[in-house]
């Protein structure tokens, strides 16, 4: 998330042509459901286009995962860590319904005068979803996350928890030519 930014995305790239997409959480709570049908067609995912549609869907259906599920670099995967979901939008969906309302105030199923629901931008939504701490969803997900297997002390978790939320160095073009030079001080020559 970009707070630079005045508006969030609302649109994807496939090919250089940029295609306007729905953005409303319930949306891709719809999508969510859609990746886990195994019966899901690419016609299907024709719905989250709001005019026009990619000509390769395959694609587009990239592209819209990828709007989906946003690429984030912290924090970084370290470890085995758990292949299993933590979170399933449709079973928990009592749990992060109460969890929004208990920590935001938000009730994700009012609606205003005209009966529509709340507008939420999709990558707002899990930008409050991933800041929820100390509700219920996050005591169930953290049993989900156990693994009996592991038996890494704490000081060692922390540690990896350090790693992986560590945030990037910045290196400055002064220190990174430094580095480079130092390098090729011993760099074997090609023949």
Sequence with gaps: MDLI????????????????????????????????????????????????????????LEALIEFYNPPCILPRKIGRGSSEPVIDYELDGDLIYSAFYEQYNIDLMATDKHGKGIYIHWHKFLALLNGLHDTRLNEIMSYRAYDPNDKTDYKKQYEMLKNAWRLPIRESKKDKAAREKFNSLFETPQK
């Design 5 to 60: 930014k005045i508006k969030m995305p609302s649109n994807i790239e496939v090919e250089g042509v940029f295609y306007d997409i729905y953005t409303d959480f319930r949306t891709w709570l719809k999508f969510d459901r859609l990746l886990k049908n195994e019966e899901s067609t690419y016609a299907d995912f024709d719905a989250f286009y709001i005019l026009e549609k990619p000509k390769d869907r395959t694609k587009g």
